[in-house]
């Protein structure tokens, strides 16, 4: 899929979050992790089940409002089947938001029970958050902590790029800096993580991301694609596009770069419809990582 197939990926601050997220995992009872119902298992980092060892985990899927329903209530069953506390929600919207303290304190309730039992009243739950970019980990966060964020912050011994955030009395959240893989080896990951916008766009081929897309889409839901664009399908997806809605440059050939950020922005944005890629695991195209 011309560039796009060799994604590298080497954020400078890579081994600096490693270090972080090792050294604070002492401080907190639980991991959050957010991630994309549309490519659940594409959006997690393997980073963090190899950091967080036996630490209890909550698994918060966002944006459930652009995947495919009956597809994110087969990933939350995957999850909770692993032993992880699964979360859907949508943090624009806050849809599903209310769910999250009540599911934490019910995958904490031993936790929580002991320290009763220790007379350890009112010390509070703590949570790391973590997330690849462009998951919703900042609108999550913000979500909970409605304006709560920034007197938190001011208090002593927050370090630049960390900071707590009291999400209610016997609650609060460590927002840790974005983690993403030092390198891809899943090649069809880094596709989907392109498709959502999770890889800035300027390290990627547009035309031949967007091709890629349209391919996936009519083999995953073609009458979703077919409707929106007015295409028959059999062509090439952004030649067929571009005509389809006019875009044309001098000479009337199709104007197929449009017609590429045409594809990936309605797709990011659920004009297209609701659509999940990663198949729910179990299913017959099992998405592998």
Known sequence: MGDTGNIQWFPGHMTKTRRLIEAD????????????????????NPLVGELCGEKPRIVVMNKCDLADEAATAQWKNYYEKQGFCAVVCDCRSGKGINKFLP??????SQLIERRKARGMIGKAIRLMVVGIPNVGKSSFINRMANSKRTKVADKPGVTRGK???????????????????????????AERLAFTGAIKDEITDTEALAKELGEVLLKRCPELLKNRYKIS?????????AKARGML?????????????????????????????????????????
């Open 163 to 189: 900071q707590w955030v009291a999400v209610d009395k016997d609650v609060e959240l460590l927002d840790m800096p974005g983690i993403l893989w030092p390198k891809f080896d899943d090649k069809q990951a």
């Open 249 to 289: 440059i001098s000479g009337g050939e199709p104007d197929t770069e449009r017609a590429a950020i045409t594809l990936l922005d309605e797709f990011r944005g659920g004009k297209i419809g609701r659509i999940t890629l990663d198949e729910p695991r179990g299913s017959s195209d099992e998405h592998t990582s």
């Open 103 to 108: 599911a934490v304190k019910k995958q904490l």
């Open 233 to 241: 399908g059999e062509g090439n997806v952004l030649v067929e596009i």
């Open 25 to 44: 995992l002492k401080l907190v009872d639980a991991v959050v992790e957010v991630i994309d119902a549309r490519i659940p298992e594409s959006s997690r």
